[in-house]
């Protein structure tokens, strides 16, 4: 049976990573809501030139024209075999919206999978990343510190932290994200169609605990 697969996870819960292994194990491919925006509106697509107009006033993208663009994605012939929806549905109504397209198409999701990981932990994983303005090498001051606490252990550069890890950031994308994201887990359940995995251990652990939640 195909694999319909919605990956739901906070920012730092490491989902991305799980989704590139998932690709390989089961062959299917990951639709990215970002990675196909940009390419309908890279491609000059009639739903990517509406996306360009409304980006360039610095607006969001509407949810219709999203839907449009994972209808138009799902229909290639890569998808027929199964698919693993990143970053969409972000909130119910996307949700209920998309299941809607999806019966349509009799091609409904099978299965919403959530990575699990605690809020301190998610804080230590996204506020402790460094990163050398030589390089570019990445540190974790909690996890995976360099030698000496300001400097890259390859080239000796200058570490730093990215605007975008700091903590008061990091703490409204986690608002914003237990806000709108964490109630599909309850709607998903609803539909019995939820699974959920502990984000924590190594990768190769998590990629155990998600492929047995999947049924291997």
Known sequence: MAMRLVLLGAPGAGKGTQAKMLIEKYTIPQISTGDILRKAVADGTPLGKEAKVIMDQGGLVSDKIVLGLVEERVK??????????????????????????????????????????????????????????????????????????????????????????????????LEVYNQQTAPLIDYYSRKNIMKSVQGTGSIEDIFTKVTAALGG
Request: net charge negative; with cysteine.
């Open 76 to 173: 290639q012939p890569d998808c027929q075999g199964g698919f693993i929806l990143d970053g969409f549905p972000r909130n119910t109504a996307q949700a209920e919206a998309l299941d809607t397209m999806l019966s349509d198409m009799k091609m409904p999701l099978t299965v919403a999978l959530a990575v699990d990981v605690d809020q301190s932990e998610l804080l230590k994983r996204l506020t402790g990343r460094r990163t050398c303005k030589g390089c570019q090498q990445m540190y974790n001051i909690f996890f995976t510190p360099p030698k000496s606490d300001s400097k890259c252990d390859k080239c000796g550069g200058d570490l730093f932290q990215r605007d975008d890890d700091k903590e008061e950031t990091i703490k409204k994308r």
